[in-house]
Nanobody, 121 residues
């Protein structure tokens, strides 16, 4: 059993900053990529940022230069530092990991329950 637990969401004014965290726990054998997706009301879930084990990253064009993803592999944790937030960043942010476990040795997608980020004055 694997759990991804996000924290750090909340209400912030435009131009403000927030830092999201996500910890993966359970019988994890390996994690290849960890990252963040978001889903705004009435919209499809979209990629925000992901980071591979080697450190390579991929960002949505809409967040480049404003958001920074980082990982602590020893702690199975991924972070998302969000700056210069805009109202259009308002969404539920989901943590994602591509991982394998000791009981399920092939890679599969694991998701957190989501954390709300609201950017509003």
């Amino acid at each position: 059993q694997v759990q991804l637990v996000e924290s750090g969401g909340g209400l912030v004014q435009p131009g403000g900053s927030l830092r999201l965290s996500c910890v993966a726990s359970g019988s994890i054998f390996s994690i290849t990529t960890m990252g963040w997706y978001r889903q705004a009301p009435g919209k499809q879930r979209e990629l925000v940022a992901i980071m591979a084990n080697g450190g390579s990253t991929n960002y949505a064009d809409s967040v480049k230069g404003r958001f920074t993803i980082s990982r602590d592999n020893a702690k199975n944790t991924v972070y998302l530092q969000m700056s210069s937030l805009k109202p259009e960043d308002t969404a539920v942010y989901f943590c994602h990991a591509d991982l394998s476990t000791f009981t399920v040795p092939r890679s599969y997608d694991a998701w957190g329950q989501g954390t709300q980020v609201t950017v509003s004055s």
